[in-house]
């Protein structure tokens, strides 16, 4: 298990921009993929996007596919989401999380950060 901390969440009005980064200790988590995904109130933890170990691929939800971009740097053991065009939807709890393979299966994933809350004003 790898600890994992969000940070970079806020608040921004409809249209803007936000980047939330994920901080890693682990220095093997260039081995794992990595993950983040969001939690509204008294609505289920859905997933937003995924990236590969080494960076190269990714994978997005639809809801956010055009809008969001996610990158890592293994260097630093952090990766980051950047998000454009936010949308009062968007409003949620974001998590990191890190697992074996780029899936939007939530199960796949066996380590999770405490979360970042990102609001949408309209």
């Known amino acids: 298990q790898v600890q994992l901390i969000e940070s970079g969440g806020g608040l921004v009005q409809a249209g803007g921009s936000l980047k939330v980064s994920c901080a890693a200790s682990e220095r093997t988590w260039n081995t794992y993929a990595m993950a983040w995904f969001r939690e509204a109130p008294g609505k289920e933890r859905k997933f937003v996007a995924a990236?590969?170990?080494?960076?190269?691929?990714?994978l997005y939800s639809d809801s956010v596919k055009g809008r969001f971009t996610i990158t890592r740097d293994n260097a630093d053991n952090t990766m980051t989401l950047q998000m454009n065009d936010l949308n009062p939807e968007d409003t949620a709890v974001y998590y990191c999380a890190a697992g074996p393979l780029v899936v939007r299966l939530i199960g796949s994933y066996n380590s999770w950060g405490r979360g970042t809350q990102v609001t949408v004003s309209s």
């Open positions: 990236i590969n170990r080494s960076g190269n691929s990714t």
